[in-house]
Every structure is written in structure tokens, then in C-alpha cells.
């Protein structure tokens, strides 16, 4: 285990607020210890110090940075997590979204799963649409997957999924939706093609302005691991990459009315969603 000092390890803690928003307080020493060992063997740096040096004044590309990311970040998820919420998706918000706009003769839905992790949540939400507007092959729909982690990314793109990740779908959904192949699961291809991924720090300013005309930001999960500064950076850019009319999903643990009074709070089915008015 790598000799990181209280100091390294709160200059190295930094660096990652710095880059990632994703704040680590002391009682997280271990679990850095034991991620840095890992990036210090695979790099062949010997001492903690000369790590955190390197990380901080000799990664101008953020390369470091982005390995570090890949093994610091939580990835824990699986299908129609949170189902109830999934369920005022389902039931309210999409359909009005999608009446508004075919009102307005418009045939374009966009979706934005920030923080997918490995797809789960991207894939739940593709299997829905498909369910409750069949008409969604001849629209011009997408959802698109972001997340900082590469290794996660490969999963989504990859498609294929453990029994545990789709314990939770309904029967009738696992049949029409995924295939089974051996004891795992994979999404057709219809169902997959609606997914697109991209790789995007929530926390990079520029890369968070390209985000623009989503009808629906599901990003639940995620702002646990941020403090309020970082959360109110990523919601100020939720409010300008969603349309009018639009609606943002956290997870239900999560709440932002801390830090900002932008949206408009809304209740379906006992499940709280932010609206842009
Ligand atoms: C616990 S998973 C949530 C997955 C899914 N949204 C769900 O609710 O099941 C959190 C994800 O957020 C991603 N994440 C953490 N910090 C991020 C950042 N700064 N930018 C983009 N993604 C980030 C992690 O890589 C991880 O895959």
C-alpha cells in the first residue's frame, strides 16, 4: 500500500474535485490508497509523493486523471432501477412531451442518460420508448449515454448483460426486448440502436455547453458523489441543454432544491421530476 500522507492525500483530493467534482473527505483515504497502489504499480512510480506530484503538475492532458477516474468512480447499477420513478416516465412525462410535440408536427426525441455507467439506465429508458410509442422507429429518436469512465462506456457498446443487471425487467419486457444467450443477456438490436454513447466529465465546462436540446435528462445516481458547488455547476447546464417543456430525473435520494430554483418541481405518482418551463 502506498505511503500517501494526510497532505498528498488531500493535495491529490483536490486535483479530483478540481477535474472530476467528485469529492473525497478523509474517511475516504483507504479506498484512494488502495486505487492510487493500482496506478502507481501499473506506472512503475515507487513513492506516493512522486504520484501525486505527476498527477498534479505533469498530466496536462488529464491522461492520468482519466485512469485514475476509471477506478475511483462507482458504477453500481442495473435495469428499471427505481421503477416507480420510471413508472411517472412512463405514464406522464413521456407521453406529454411526445403529445406537445406532435402537436407541434415535430418528430424528434432526445434523451440523455449522464452517468450511465454500463448501460443499464440508457437501455431501460430505450426499452420504455419502444413500449409506449411503437412509432418511435420512424421518429428520429436517440438517447444518449455519457459517462466519464471508458471501461463502462465499452459495456454499453457491448450491450451484453448478467443475470443480475435485468433481474428486475418484467417478463414481458425481457422477451421482447433482450436476447438470452448462455446466462446472459442481450439487447436486440432494434432496442440497442437507440443508444448512443459518448464520453463526457460533467464536470468539463465546454464539453457540458455542446449539450443542447434534450427533451429529457435522467441523471440519477450520480450527484451523490458531487457537493453542492459541483451539483449546481451540472444542474446550471441540465437547465440550458433541456428544451422547454422538458423534464430532468435524479435519483430518489438526490435533491437539488439546495442549489438552484430554476425548475419546476412537479409530482407524478408520488415521484418528484424537475420541469423547464
Ligand atoms: C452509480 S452510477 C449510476 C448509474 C445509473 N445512472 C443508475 O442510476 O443506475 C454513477 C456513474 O456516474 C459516473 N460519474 C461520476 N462522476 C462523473 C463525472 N464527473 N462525469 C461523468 N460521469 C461521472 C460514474 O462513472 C458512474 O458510472
New binding site residues.
Partial sequence: MPDLSVDQFQKLSQHIYQK???YFDDKKIYFLKTRVARRMAALGIDKAQDYVFMVAYADPEGVEMQAL?NLI??????MF??YEQLQAFANHCLPEVLDAKQARGQKTLRIW??????G??PYTLAMILQEIFPQAQSWDCSIVA????EN?LQKVEAARYGARSVNDVPAEYRKKYLMAVGDEYVVRPRTAALVETMH????DRMAMRAMRGFDFI?????LI??DDQSRKSVVDHFYNALNPGGYVFL?HSESIGRVTTAFKLKRFENHLVYGKE
Avoid: P, Q
Fill in positions: 472530476l467534482g467528485l477516474a468512480t462507482t458504477n453500481e447499477t442495473y432501477r427505481e442518460s449522464a452517468g450511465c455507467s454500463s443499464e439506465e455519457t459517462d466519464i469512465d463502462m463526457l466529465n460533467l464536470h435522467f441523471c440519477r445516481n450520480v458523489y458531487f435519483g
